[in-house]
């Protein structure tokens, strides 16, 4: 165009202003490539850490495209440049531990899950062998527990919140307080479980009831969150058709709203378990940690899966005389790491899709 | 309540108050109240066992010598490996959140924003776990490197640890399991910028990283610091990572990278738990009660910041 006007020597300068250079669209993928070339050069040259490679090249790539753009393009689309090489790395790094955690605990719990770890207890275990018998019952007997007191009271406290103490005084504390619960520490809900059984029953109890009630003070508040987002969802027009009907607010609660709403709040309390069934802190502190298999929650002792983690861990044992490797309470403490995040994922995908299948007929966000 | 209570202004139809309704509202109510008295019963039950932790002998506190300097040394340990996990954990998870909602094909994004919330599904004992036994040793050679090159920092005076387990690594767990909660605040609040203002921006030729300076993050801003205080008080309660990451001796130190570190409270507490005595224990569940108060303070001050936030949204 401005090849029609040569004389004007104005124009054509503007026009060339506005056409400022673009990097092609290969480029991302050229300084990609040349990145991990040279890393990947370097590190095979010099006998590097794989992982120490690939740091490398991610800041080669953050630093390299925008270097090549400030020079070609000027210093905004730079900065434009850097930042999105810096976002698109901090995710990459981000993943990392993720990757490698998952990674060695199913490399490593893998080889030692077989039908003797799963049905032996540790009673009388000394050096390798022994299982998760005991902690796997524990778990599931002490998270029972505290879904059964929990799911009751956060229900309920939901229903209130939503349909009777609407804007009342009540209502504005309770649902500070859960605010205030959902950021108890986990030790702290075990040492208050510990504080009121100690109070009852002297000094040197340890019950895995009292698990199961610090468990609970860490599970009710997710549980009346969930609920009380879900039972909110429930279009009003629904209940004021029941009213209508001339049925009592109770049956309306029972027969309308809570069906309703119910996919969403399984999906809420399954995820309340899965939360809760990683905790250690409040197990340890008062439900202790035992060797044998222990059915009463009332009384004794009782070890759960996250606790046998920690205490394989912290103390593992020696190795025998004349081997090499670790000591064997490592290969169990990641036997029962792979058995217990097996456990989350699953409830994790559980509550996935409940969620989805029973969702509420609402416009929901995402 | 509306229904069963008389409501206040006086209709011709007044409703019919069933049995069943006052039973089920008053269960109802019971609920709400069991939340208030557990709560309650949290502070009361502490104070009540953990009292006599304030005045114990002075043998319990060894090597300190009464309660506060005891609980000194774990106080300052608990906000260093705390800032410490912030210091890595808020500019990634700033950058995660900003690549789910800006950067990220949209097809993608939500199957990651899944995948970032399984970090923080995983159990923080199996964090611990790897963090001990494989984060560890892994950090040998950057501490290492950290003490030679940056030795002058106080942070790395040194000498370096052999085993690993530092408070940096801690730090880094602990940083690791906060990026999913901040990243899952942020993300929803960066997401929720008003489209107008970011296409706006776009329209008077600002690049993306331009418009998110100019439109995203001046309106995400107190959700962002809401969603870094409520990981502040995730990293400060956490227990497990840190108990079994350091092996820990009472100091004051800011050397990350050395072999004595100071205990944080919770670790404190999971550690000693098993040969304590009962005054020891009143001692340990003391400290509990000021971990929950400080935790508290943190949540509070999130609260606050981000009903204040609400506010201004609303207006």
Do not use: C
Request: hydrophobic letters at 55%.
């Amino acid at each position: 165009m401005s090849t029609m006007t040569p004389l004007e020597p104005d124009s054509f300068a503007i026009t060339a202003n506005l056409a400022q250079p673009r990097l092609p669209k290969w480029a991302v993928l050229l300084v990609a490539a040349i990145s991990l070339g040279i890393a990947g050069l370097l590190t095979l040259l010099l006998g590097w850490n794989p992982f120490a490679g690939l740091v490398l090249a991610i800041v080669l790539m953050a630093v390299g495209l925008p270097l090549w753009s400030l020079l070609l393009e000027g210093k905004r689309s730079a900065a434009d440049r850097l930042a999105t090489s810096l976002v698109w790395a901090a995710f990459g790094v981000v993943l990392v531990p993720l990757v490698w955690l998952i990674w060695l605990v199913v490399k490593n719990g893998i080889a030692v899950i077989s039908g003797e770890f799963l049905t032996y207890d540790m009673r009388n275990v000394v050096g390798a062998g022994g299982g998760i018998y005991h902690a796997l019952w524990g778990t599931i007997l002490v998270t029972t527990a505290a879904a059964l007191i929990s799911i009751p009271i956060g229900l309920f406290t939901a229903i209130y919140l939503v349909e009777y103490g609407r804007g009342s005084r009540l209502a504005r504390v309770t649902t500070f307080l859960v605010d205030v619960m959902t950021g108890i520490p986990s030790i702290v809900a075990g040492l208050f479980a510990l504080s009121l059984f100690v109070l009852i029953f002297g000094p040197a109890i340890r019950i895995g009831f009292g698990g199961a009630v610090a468990l609970s003070l860490l599970m009710i508040p997710t549980v009346v969150r969930s609920a009380e987002e879900m039972l909110r969802l429930v279009p009003s027009d629904l209940r004021e058709a029941s009213y209508a009907l001339g049925i009592p607010k109770w049956r309306t609660i029972v027969k309308v709203v809570l069906p309703t709403a119910m996919g969403g709040i399984i999906t809420g309390v399954v995820l309340a378990i899965s939360r809760v069934i990683g905790e250690t802190a409040p197990l340890l502190v008062v439900a202790g940690a035992t060797d044998t298999v222990n059915f009463n929650l009332f009384d004794g002792r009782m070890m759960t899966l996250p606790v046998y983690i920690f205490s394989q861990y912290s103390s593992p044992g020696v190795v025998p005389v004349g081997m090499e490797g670790d000591p064997p309470g490592y290969a169990r403490a990641w036997g029962a790491a792979l058995v217990l995040i097996v456990i989350v994922m699953v409830l994790n995908l559980v509550a996935r899709v409940i969620g989805t299948y029973f969702a509420p007929k609402t416009e929901r966000r995402r | 309540m509306s229904v069963t209570a008389p409501p206040q202004p006086p209709r011709a139809d007044r409703p019919v108050v069933r049995p069943g309704d006052r039973i089920f509202a008053g269960t109802a109510r019971v609920a709400a109240l069991t939340i208030m008295l557990a709560l309650a019963g949290v502070f009361v039950f502490l104070a009540i066992e953990g009292f006599p932790g304030l005045s114990a002998p002075e043998a319990i506190y060894a090597p300190a010598t009464d309660f506060w300097s005891y609980v000194g040394p774990l106080v300052f340990g608990t906000i260093l490996a705390a800032v410490v996990a912030l210091v890595i954990a808020v500019p990634f998870s700033i950058g995660v959140a900003l690549f789910i909602s800006h950067y990220a094909p949209p097809r993608v994004a939500a199957p990651i924003a899944y995948v970032i919330d399984l970090l923080a599904a995983v159990p923080s004992v199996v964090y611990g776990l790897w963090g001990g036994l494989a984060l560890a040793p892994a950090t040998r050679p950057l501490i290492d490197w950290l003490y030679d090159n940056l030795g002058f920092i106080p942070f790395f005076a040194g000498p370096p640890s052999v085993t690993g387990r530092t408070m940096l690594t801690a730090g880094i767990v602990l940083a690791i399991m906060v990026v999913p909660i901040t990243t899952a605040i942020s993300r929803e609040v960066f997401a929720q910028t008003p489209r107008l203002h970011e296409e706006a921006a776009m329209a008077l030729g600002a690049t993306r990283w331009e418009m998110i300076r100019l439109a995203v993050f001046p309106y995400a801003r107190s959700g962002v610091i809401s969603a870094v205080m409520l990981g502040l008080g995730r990293a400060l309660g956490e227990t497990m990572a840190v108990a079994m990451v350091l092996s820990a001796t009472p100091v004051v130190t800011l050397n990350l990278i050395s072999d004595t570190n100071p205990a944080t409270i919770a670790s404190n507490i999971a550690s000693n738990y098993k040969e304590a005595s009962p005054d020891k224990q009143a001692v340990l569940i003391a400290t509990g009660l000021v971990l929950f108060a400080v935790t508290f303070a943190v949540n509070f001050a999130a609260r606050w910041v981000i009903g204040r936030g609400e506010k201004k949204v609303t207006r």
